[in-house]
């Protein structure tokens, strides 16, 4: 007689879990799937047998490795070459991919790949839809984003396995060529090298290959789907007319790029580029514009590198890499729609054009917010870490030291002066925090910028001016 009651509580039970994830919104879903993640990722390297060459790593050692991993920084504070045992850098690699592409879109291909359609809930939680390719459903943009990384991660691995093969042997040589192009493409940085890349500088062919998997991870899926329509409609003399994002994208990453390049060779030419032939000093000159995009790997050492190249560098990772890729920081189109709207009104302009296109006063002032949150976190970052580490380990706390490490944890680079496994408990704990946020907080905030709120546009107050300037 008491089954109806017991029933009925299942019921409600299971109507107010439902409703429970029915109220989160995509941002709060998309925050929670990769805190889970993270939470999963160091519970394994904590737990699972054979992780580690030596003692188990500690709780916030695990945790920190996890952030690094899924939110494709690649600072570490042990070394993943020797620490790692063959199926703790397999665990580690694992958490790379998953975080680089995002936890949703793996999501978004399962339901397609199910043949179920996507309802719209579930579109919005793509992040990778956008306006920018109209004529793409999520489940295609979904699939392609599978097919492209899988593609360019094979295709770098045999390069580098060939590259690699005659000198470390041809067995020994597979798996680093898996792991780096995996991390390359994923802009993670992370290498199962103990210096890193820095064995590679006289190596053109090992340089230009990470480098051009890190441009490739970096550009985003959306523009990779523009250029191959682009060359597709050509081919078969049709009119296809690429974005104005997809424009903005190639030619910002151009110019950071080649800006980068020149200033950083010229001045390292001296310090850490000194006694390379001169070809290769131009190479890891070029190796160090395209790494400071998010990317964390190294052919030299930055803290042998002149005060005036790692200011540079650390402009070039708060610029990060463009919408809709692996890469962090704070996207490309962000920093151009900020310049383009600066000259704008410069030039006296109220709205800002680009191409004989006008862009949004919207997505303008969403730039501007994502540019003030982005430098707030990133100046109180770095208040905490010199602040933590001269109470805990002065010798960590020298501030163009912690403000490089700040700016790569936050922006998801991974480059350091060193100071990251001499870091304080303390330490690590506001690098992880400023990690996650870096990789989670400016999609969130630009997803609730993007959300209308209710009400906003009900009443409007009078208008009284400010002078600015």
């Not at 067995?171 to 820095?198: K, R």
């Amino acid at each position: 007689m008491y089954r109806p009651v017991a029933w009925s509580r299942w019921e409600l039970n299971q109507n107010a879990r439902q409703s429970f994830w029915q109220r989160l919104t995509p941002p709060q879903l998309f925050t929670a799937s990769f805190a889970s993640l993270i939470l999963a990722g160091a519970a394994g390297l904590r737990l699972l047998p054979g992780i580690s060459t030596q003692q188990s790593l500690t709780w916030i050692d695990s945790l920190f490795m996890s952030t690094s991993a899924v939110c494709v920084t690649g600072l570490a504070v042990v070394d993943p070459g020797t620490k790692l045992t063959l199926f703790g850098q397999a665990w580690l690699l694992l958490l790379v991919q998953f975080g680089g592409l995002g936890i949703l879109t793996f999501t978004s291909l399962i339901i397609t790949a199910l043949g179920r359609r996507m309802s719209i809930r579930e579109e919005s939680l793509c992040i990778f839809t956008s306006d920018a390719a109209p004529h793409l459903t999520p489940g295609q943009i979904t699939r392609n984003i599978i097919r492209y990384t899988l593609a360019f991660e094979a295709a770098g691995a045999l390069i580098l396995y060939f590259l690699w093969g005659p000198s470390m042997g041809w067995t020994a040589a597979a798996w680093p060529a898996v792991f780096h192009s995996v991390s390359a493409f994923c802009n993670a940085g992370f290498s199962t090298f103990t210096t890193n890349l820095m064995d590679f500088q006289h190596s053109p062919g090992t340089l230009l290959t990470v480098s051009s998997l890190i441009v490739l991870g970096g550009l985003g899926f959306l523009t990779h789907e523009e250029i191959l329509e682009s060359i597709r409609s050509r081919r078969h003399r049709r009119a296809f007319r690429m974005s104005i994002q997809s424009r903005i994208v190639l030619v910002t990453t151009a110019v950071l790029l080649l800006l980068g390049w020149v200033m950083l060779t010229m001045l390292e030419w001296e310090h850490t580029l000194a006694g390379m032939p001169t070809f290769d000093r131009l190479i890891n000159g070029l190796f160090m514009s395209v790494t400071a995009r998010t990317a964390g790997f190294n052919s030299v050492d930055y803290n042998q590198a002149a005060d005036s190249s790692n200011f540079v560098t650390m402009l070039l990772m708060m610029a990060g890499g463009s919408p809709g890729s692996t890469a962090g920081g704070l996207k490309t189109t962000t920093i151009a729609l900020i310049f383009m709207m600066a000259v704008s009104r410069l030039r006296g302009r109220e709205t800002t054009t680009v191409w004989y296109r006008t862009i949004p006063e919207a997505t303008t002032s969403r730039a501007v917010g994502l540019f003030t949150i982005t430098m707030a976190v990133t100046v109180f970052g770095i208040l905490l870490l010199t602040i933590s580490e001269q109470n805990i380990a002065p010798e960590n706390s020298d501030l163009r030291v912690c403000m490089f490490e700040a700016i790569s944890a936050f922006n998801t680079v991974g480059l350091s002066m060193g100071i990251t496994p001499a870091l304080s408990a303390v330490g690590k704990a506001i690098t992880i925090l400023l990690m996650f946020f870096g990789r989670v907080g400016p999609l969130t905030v630009a997803a609730a910028l993007t959300i209308p709120q209710k009400g906003a546009n009900e009443f409007r107050y009078a208008n009284e001016d400010v002078v600015v300037g």
